[in-house]
């Protein structure tokens, strides 16, 4: 007789594990390892048991993206808890995220793929769309600045540069880049 029936059934576990496998598979191998097949398979969870927490790859990889944001907002929401000074805080914070994704080569690589994904998947840019216009609502008294948005926008270029690998932008030249938009989140 199988144990599968006698075992403690644990659906949020098992959907937190799908999700780190599928964030595994896209960043070793790129979004389009991530099948239902190859997901169920390193999860050594059964194909049924995958489709009931997503019924198809795309609730899957919406999940994923969603996992990846609200990891993004916790580091964000710990940057500014750590800094006294309200004016431009998220936008700090927001930079400091963006930038620290190099140096944490799993957060990096996985949203490496679902950046390149954001490009290619209108659903997914609408839901980052979202994500950016709900921050900039909740902090418009105080990252909303013109100097506050060109910084975000560089957090942007800088994501970008650092997920296509086209510049090198390392040690010195990094660190006095991210001085300098710092400097401009207190205006």
Do not use: C
Not at 52 to 72: G, M, R
Not at 92 to 101: D, F, I, K
């Amino acid at each position: 007789m199988s144990n599968a029936h006698h075992r403690k059934k644990q659906p949020v576990l098992v959907r937190q594990q799908l999700l780190e496998v599928a964030a595994r598979l896209a960043a070793s191998d790129g979004m389009a390892a991530v099948t239902l097949d190859a997901v169920s398979a390193a999860s050594s969870v059964s194909k049924g048991g995958l489709l009931h927490h997503f019924p198809t790859k795309n609730a899957l990889l919406d999940a994923l993206f969603e996992s990846l944001l609200e990891k993004f907002d916790a580091d964000i929401e710990e940057l500014m808890r750590g800094d006294p000074l309200p004016q431009g805080r998220f936008t700090r914070a927001y930079l400091r995220a963006v930038s620290g994704l190099k140096e944490r080569p799993d957060d990096s690589r996985s949203w490496t793929q679902v950046t390149i994904a954001l490009l290619a998947e209108p659903r997914l840019r609408l839901r980052w769309r979202q994500w950016v216009q709900a921050r900039a609502e909740e902090y418009i008294g105080t990252d909303s600045s013109l100097d506050a948005q060109v910084v975000r926008f560089a957090a942007d270029g800088l994501w970008f540069a650092d997920t296509l690998e086209s510049h090198d932008i390392n040690g010195v030249l990094r660190r006095d880049l991210i001085d300098r938009l710092v400097e401009l989140t207190g205006r």
